[in-house]
Nanobody
Framework: QVQLVESGGGLVQPGGSLRLSCVAT????????MGWYRQAPGKQRDLVAT???????NYGDSVKGRFAISRDNVKNTVYLQMNSLKPEDTAVYYC??????????????WGQGTQVTVSS
C-alpha cells in the first residue's frame, strides 16, 4: 500500500507558474511509475504527465513544452513544474503511483488531490 499526499496548488494568474509536490510513503518509491492527472468540473480525469522508475517521461498533448515532471527518490517525492499556465489548466490535480512486478500490478494508488486555479 502506498499513501500519496499532494501539495502546492493554489490560485495563479494566467502566464504564471506553480510547482506541485507529491510525497509517497509505504513502499519502495523508486520502483513506481509516478504520474500527475487532472480533473476539471464535469470532465473526465486526464493524463498530465508520468515518469517511470527509469525517469522516462511522458506528457499529455495540452501541456507539452509548458509542464515538467521530475522525481527525487531520496525524498520520495514527485514534482510537477507548471509554467505558462492557462485558464484551461484549472482543475484538481491528482498524484498517482503504480508498479508491476512480473504479472502482479500494485496500484494504482491516488492522492487526495490539490486544486489549481488559473484566473486573473
Amino acid at each position: 500500500q502506498v499513501q500519496l499526499v499532494e501539495s502546492g496548488g493554489g490560485l495563479v494568474q494566467p502566464g504564471g507558474s506553480l510547482r506541485l509536490s507529491c510525497v509517497a510513503t509505504g513502499d519502495i518509491f523508486s520502483m513506481y511509475t509516478m504520474g500527475w492527472y487532472r480533473q476539471a468540473p464535469g470532465k473526465q480525469r486526464d493524463l498530465v504527465a508520468t515518469i517511470t522508475s527509469a525517469s522516462i517521461t511522458n506528457y499529455g498533448d495540452s501541456v507539452k513544452g509548458r509542464f515538467a515532471i521530475s522525481r527525487d527518490n531520496v525524498k520520495n517525492t514527485v514534482y510537477l513544474q507548471m509554467n505558462s499556465l492557462k485558464p484551461e489548466d484549472t482543475a484538481v490535480y491528482y498524484c498517482r503511483a503504480q508498479r508491476s512486478l512480473g504479472p502482479v500490478t500494485y496500484g494504482p494508488y491516488w492522492g487526495q488531490g490539490t486544486q489549481v486555479t488559473v484566473s486573473s
